[in-house]
């Protein structure tokens, strides 16, 4: 079956870690995106990937880290800069500019 | 900056009846209007989504209006069932690879 997985479902973070969040897509899609999600919030963009080896943050880009090495793999990575890092993490997929996302389960990240 | 409001944060109707959801855009060049469910503890998921070139667009009990002279697109959705149950967002996409999402809305259907 074709779709994007995140893992994992849930992750704890000690304050002053580092943690990295896994997204990877079998979808074949250029695109890939990282968004956090709080309690009566939108989405927000914390950075995108049009490309292999190309990426560009987005609204919230600080305190985060992405790579792109491989077509199917965009994994964040939430550093100890990233000073309110609790929250549900969505990535997303998409073939092209003005078409559907597609979304993956999310991760809940919760520091401990 | 491009910004999308989303009106109601929370609406509460009767199965059978119809759910109307209103979001507003800022940004004049807009051209892609989708909209997404989501349920508890899952990703958001397309339902329908309209572009700048058309009014309204009808699948099933879901449709989607869009005045693009107001910069306003709505939600309807008809005769409403217990699954319907979610938040809604809607969103819309500027150009580029940059989607604004509203802050959502959490439809509460009761049987």
């Known amino acids: 079956d074709g779709g994007i997985t995140q893992s994992p479902k849930y992750l704890f973070r000690k304050e002053g870690q580092n943690v990295t969040l896994s997204c990877e897509q079998n979808l074949n899609h250029d695109a890939m995106y990282w968004y956090r999600q709080d309690p009566g919030q939108g989405l927000r963009l914390i950075y995108y990937s049009q490309i292999v080896n190309d990426f560009q943050k987005g609204d919230i880009a600080e305190g985060y880290s992405v790579s792109r090495e491989k077509k199917e793999s965009f994994p964040l990575t939430v550093t100890s800069a990233q000073k309110n890092p609790t929250a549900f993490y969505l990535c997303?997929?998409?073939?092209?500019?003005?078409?559907?996302?597609?979304f993956g389960q999310g991760t809940r990240l919760t520091v401990v | 900056g491009e910004n999308v409001e989303q009106h109601p944060s929370t609406l509460s109707v009767q199965e059978g009846d119809s759910a109307v959801i209103k979001c507003t855009y800022s940004?004049?060049?807009?051209?892609?209007f989708p909209w997404y469910k989501q349920e508890l503890g899952k990703g958001p998921q397309l339902i329908i989504d309209?572009?700048?070139?058309?009014g309204e667009k009808k699948d099933q009990r879901i449709a989607v209006t869009l005045n693009k002279t107001a910069k306003h697109f709505s939600l309807h959705i008809t005769e409403t069932q217990p699954e319907d149950s979610a938040v809604y967002f809607c969103?819309?996409?500027?150009?580029?690879?940059?989607?604004?999402f509203g802050a959502g809305t959490r439809l509460f259907v009761k049987a």
């Open positions: 997303a997929s998409g073939q092209e500019t003005n078409t559907e996302a597609f």
């Open positions: 940004d004049s060049a807009s051209n892609y």
């Open positions: 309209i572009r700048s070139n058309v």
């Open positions: 969103a819309a996409s500027f150009g580029g690879f940059k989607t604004i």
